[in-house]
């Protein structure tokens, strides 16, 4: 795919088709992460591929019951859809597990870390580097004709699906889980935002 049809091409998928996703096409994709750019020319990035229905009951049984309880305080069917934000959540919220639970893969990147507190920008380079390494994950799942769909754990999620449950080793944090699959062609299509470059760049000065 060319590349600027592929940037154009990429957007976050939340419903699959029941179609299966070749385990040679998720190593290249993985490859792609690692082709990103590295703070400290190290790339301390690993992957936890989640392929079985019982691998994934186990990562994400906190994920699950964290968002049953979402619902019942806020109800998701109820929630207001004025604005283009809330018809997103209120789309995206009652997904947040079946996106990752029905995708045929879910890649959860994992990077060596010190720590999340920071005084500067500088500190979050390792932070910086995986999120480079989730782009390309993006692209070139979108290059493959593949989607992907993207959670990032809150609460304690992190802590109780991954490094307590998968065994992560206490200086590799996670930043998502992404899960990937074929899109439903039939799946909403979520109103966006759109701009120009002409409005956003600032020449010389704000
Ligand atoms: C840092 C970050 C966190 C996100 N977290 C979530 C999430 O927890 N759940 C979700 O459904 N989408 C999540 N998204 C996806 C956004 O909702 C999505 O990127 C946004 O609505 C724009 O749509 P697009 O990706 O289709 O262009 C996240 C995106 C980013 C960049």
């Known amino acids: 795919m060319e590349f600027y049809e592929t940037i154009k091409r990429r957007k976050t998928c939340r419903d699959w088709q029941?179609?299966?996703?070749?385990?040679?096409?998720?190593?290249?994709?993985?490859?792609?992460?690692?082709?990103a750019p590295s703070h400290n020319?190290?790339?301390e990035w690993e992957f936890i591929v989640l392929r079985t229905p019982e691998e994934k009951i186990k990562a994400l049984r906190f994920t699950k019951e964290f968002l049953e309880k979402l619902?019942?305080?806020?109800?998701?069917?109820?929630?207001?859809?004025?604005?283009?934000?809330?018809k997103m959540y209120k789309y995206a919220m009652p997904r947040e597990y079946?996106?990752?639970?029905?995708a045929p893969y879910v890649i959860i990147p994992l990077f060596k870390s010190n720590g999340l507190r920071a005084q500067s920008v500088y500190e979050l380079n390792d932070f910086a580097?995986?999120?480079?390494v989730m782009e390309n994950i993006f692209l070139a799942a979108t290059?493959?004709?593949?989607?992907?769909?993207?959670?990032?754990p809150m609460d304690k999620e992190e802590e109780n699906n991954v490094r307590n449950t998968l065994g992560v080793p206490a200086n590799y944090l996670m930043t998502a889980y992404i899960g990937i699959g074929y899109p439903d062609p039939k799946a909403k299509d979520v109103e966006q935002y759109?701009?120009?470059?002409?409005?956003?760049?600032?020449?010389?000065?704000?």
Not at 18 to 35: F, Y
Not at 71 to 86: A, H, L, R, V, W
Not at 143 to 152: D, I
């Open 18 to 35: 029941n179609k299966k996703v070749s385990l040679a096409a998720i190593k290249r994709i993985v490859q792609a992460g690692l082709k």
């Open 41 to 43: 020319h190290m790339r």
């Open 71 to 86: 619902d019942k305080q806020i109800c998701f069917q109820n929630m207001p859809d004025k604005t283009i934000e809330q």
């Open 98 to 102: 079946s996106m990752l639970f029905d």
């Open 129 to 132: 580097s995986i999120w480079c």
């Open 143 to 152: 290059a493959e004709g593949l989607g992907c769909s993207l959670s990032v």
């Open 194 to 206: 759109h701009y120009t470059a002409e409005e956003k760049i600032h020449f010389g000065k704000w």
